[in-house]
């Protein structure tokens, strides 16, 4: 018999721990599971489940993370916001619990995370991942928008089919089989015509500090995939690096709204939990991007990459020392150098715009 590696066996390890730990939560829920059982489960010792992830909560945060399908395949361009947000929310609702389906393993299928964290750091994070599942939803509607006098900003009617989206899953993780999914994805449908007089004019960027001036080496890390392609992430591109923490993802759309146009932005997330809130982040960036994927062509965010930093490789290359959930930082790279850098509240702003004139991004809809 063939003698196993080290990393062979802590990779089966790690599989036996995750496969014990599905079936312990999709039984007793969260609350209710006990690591020993799991360890139980697996045939493992209590510390062999710990030496792979440090909490329950990292545990039940992997299980779903594990659970979230990655499709591959290019969507067909929808034929506009009305298509592409029923399309949309056909894809996310497929997750939905049945009547005959457990409390608990419902729950597993939504991959919910409802309640998993009541600290302020998970609270946090929680919050900032959905205005970013907005923007990229957004940002994706409007490339599909009809250019006749502008494509407007959308990201409000992106966080109102995303609250819609969320309310039906609550109530499907609490009363199964109540209301017809169906009839939530045609509504989202119709919310593509609804005049938000949707405006991005944030108080704070006028006062923001310009980004200081660098000639400093660009030598970006290689092998991390872009969470909205599923390809790797490439950084050889001129353009604009902004490293934000999870306590501060809204700032990723001043970056992206302030850039020129066919440049690349390339937003990198980073914690100083990898174990929780790293894997929080992958999760719902993850579980987004394989329904966005589904519908919207690889097209439909030109120029934006969005890598989820864990060990802060892209960070310690921008230069940004000591990253956590507070972070934010910027630098814009020109021809294989950071040229500019930027720190504190509106960096990424700060960098998209030095050296050049600001461009203004969608332009308002005044309906």
């Given at each position: 018999m063939t003698r196993l590696t080290r990393a062979q066996q802590q990779e089966r390890t790690r599989a036996a721990v995750l496969a014990a730990a599905r079936r312990e939560f999709a039984e007793r829920g969260y609350a209710e599971a006990k690591v020993d059982r799991i360890a139980e489960r697996a045939e493992l010792t209590r510390g062999a489940v710990y030496s792979n992830f440090p909490s329950k909560r990292a545990l039940y945060l992997a299980v779903l993370l594990d659970s979230v399908e990655r499709p591959d395949t290019a969507a067909a361009p929808p034929s506009g916001p009305h298509e592409a947000l029923g399309a949309?929310?056909?894809?996310w609702l497929e997750r939905l619990p049945l009547a005959g389906d457990t409390p608990a393993d419902g729950k597993?299928?939504?991959?919910?995370?409802?309640?998993?964290?009541?600290?302020?750091?998970?609270r946090t994070a929680s919050a900032q991942l959905t205005r970013l599942e907005a923007l990229l939803l957004a940002l994706a509607l409007e490339s599909c928008a009809p250019e006749g006098g502008g494509r407007p900003r959308l990201v409000r009617t992106a966080e109102l089919v995303l609250?819609?989206?969320?309310g039906a899953g609550h109530l499907a993780g609490t009363a199964p089989g109540f209301g017809d999914p169906f009839d939530v994805a045609r509504a989202c449908e119709h919310l593509a015509g609804l005049d938000l007089a949707d405006a991005w004019d944030p108080p704070h960027l006028p006062f923001v500090a310009p980004a200081r001036p660098a000639q400093d080496p660009w030598e970006p890390p290689a092998g991390l995939p872009d969470e909205?392609?599923?390809r790797p992430a490439g950084f050889g591109a001129d353009g604009v690096i902004a490293v934000l923490g999870t306590g501060r993802l809204e700032a990723a759309e001043e970056a992206v709204r302030a850039a020129r146009p066919g440049e690349q932005v390339t937003v990198a997330v980073v914690t100083g939990d990898p174990a929780e809130i790293g894997r929080l982040a992958r999760l719902r960036i993850g579980d987004l991007t394989a329904c966005l994927r589904r519908v919207f062509p690889s097209g439909a965010w030109p120029g934006l990459r969005l890598v989820v930093d864990e060990r802060a490789a892209v960070a310690s290359a921008a230069g940004v020392p000591d990253p956590d959930d507070a972070t934010e930082a910027a630098v814009r790279v020109r021809a294989g150098r950071i040229v500019f850098r930027a720190h504190g509240r509106g960096a990424a702003h700060a960098a998209a715009v030095a050296g050049g004139p600001v461009t203004t991004g969608p332009e308002e809809s005044d309906g």
């Open positions: 949309f929310a056909y894809a597993l299928q939504l991959r919910s995370t409802a309640g998993l964290f009541d600290d302020e750091p998970g609250t819609m989206l969320n909205i392609t599923g």
